[in-house]
T-cell receptor, first 114, second 110 residues
Framework: SAVISQKPSRDICQRGTSLTIQCQVD?????MFWYRQQPGQSLTLIAT?????????ESGFVIDKFPISRPNLTFSTLTVSNLSPEDSSIYLC???????????FGQGTRLTVV | RKEVEQDPGPFNVPEGATVAFNCTYSNSASQSFFWYRQDCRKEPKLLMS???SGNEDGRFTAQLNRASQYISLLIRDSKLSDSATYLC???????????FGAGTRLFVKA
């Protein structure tokens, strides 16, 4: 298993500002991912956070809007930039230890943009 | 076509009922398959992995049909505590990236 600490657990932000979410894992992991879960919807993969290089973004997500850092094998951040009400969602960090095994999730960050 | 498709429900069933969830996936090269459970305002957690031979864990049975690219979950003798959203998930050919279905909401009533 993996213990994942995600912060903040929730925030209310003004439109036009940015929010940075942190994800800390209790041990080194190969893969880290960021998902978005809009109200009443399933999880949509935003990007794969690559250690020491630029993240790999899924279709519909761009680095300017969702910059991601991964300075080492236990930590990653996701920034949601230039916030609009449409960004109100839950953002989840996920890790994978080895191929074809389960994904573990942080507790999520509930973002409300006003 | 979505990579992973499942019936969103909701399913409303009485306690003790048997309920089945279905899921299809589009990438025939996918190697690993899962069912996750997500409670309200919580993160998803693994319910069970799905193998070609089928697997059972107590009241839960999962099946995989690779030829049809179809995954199922059967819950027998439903309990009130089974009320949750059940997410079908498929890992990509690299084995790490997980793609989720829309989730099926289950309500078990007394």
């Amino acid at each position: 298993s993996a213990v994942i600490s995600q912060k903040p657990s929730r925030d209310i932000c003004q439109r036009g500002t940015s929010l940075t979410i942190q994800c800390q894992v209790d041990s080194q992991v190969t893969m880290m991912f960021w998902y978005r879960q809009q109200p009443g919807q399933s999880l949509t993969l935003i990007a794969t956070a690559n250690q020491g290089s630029e993240a790999t973004y899924e279709s519909g997500f761009v680095i300017d809007k969702f910059p991601i850092s991964r300075p080492n094998l236990t930590f990653s951040t996701l920034t949601v930039s230039n916030l609009s009400p449409e960004d109100s969602s839950i953002y989840l960090c996920s890790v994978g230890r080895s191929p074809n095994t389960e994904a573990f999730f942080g507790q999520g960050t509930r973002l409300t943009v006003v | 076509r979505k990579e992973v498709e499942q019936d969103p429900g909701p399913f409303n069933v009485p306690e003790g009922a048997t309920v089945a969830f279905n899921c299809t996936y589009s990438n025939s090269a996918s190697q690993s398959f899962f069912w996750y459970r997500q409670d309200c305002r919580k993160e998803p957690k693994l319910l069970m992995s799905v193998y070609s031979s089928g697997n059972e864990d107590g009241r839960f049975t999962a099946q995989l049909n690779r030829a049809s690219q179809y995954i199922s979950l059967l819950i027998r003798d439903s309990k009130l505590s089974d009320s949750a959203t059940y997410l079908c998930a498929v890992n990509d050919t690299g084995g790490f990236k997980t793609i989720f279905g829309a989730g099926t909401r289950l309500f078990v009533k007394a």
